[in-house]
């Protein structure tokens, strides 16, 4: 399952967003279920960036959604956004 989540922040706080990113990225990377994680920046809107990531499937990605690693991040960084957080989860077809 291929999951992508648009996610808008204050001009201000991007800096601060891209190191924990960095430093929990490896973390994301190894737990169970997540094959696959990027960070991709938006080269027009400053602010806006995508987390693309492959998951076994739902029942992995409801784990990692519910784990201390995601609160610990989520509270760090829902403080910096300027727009509502946007997902989609999709299955690769060809």
């Not at 808008?8 to 990113?21: G, H, M, N, Y």
Request: include cysteine.
């Amino acid at each position: 399952m291929i999951r992508i989540v648009k996610l808008t922040f204050d001009p201000t706080r991007c800096a601060e967003f891209e190191a924990l990113f960095a430093e929990r990225q490896h973390a994301i990377r190894h737990f169970p279920g997540c094959s696959h994680l990027e960070l991709w920046k938006d080269k027009v809107h400053l602010g806006v960036y995508f987390t693309y990531s492959i998951w076994d499937g739902p029942d992995s990605l409801n784990a990692y959604r519910h784990s201390p690693l995601f609160n610990e991040v989520w509270a760090a960084i829902k403080g910096w956004f300027t727009g509502k957080p946007e997902a989609w989860s999709l299955d690769r077809k060809a």
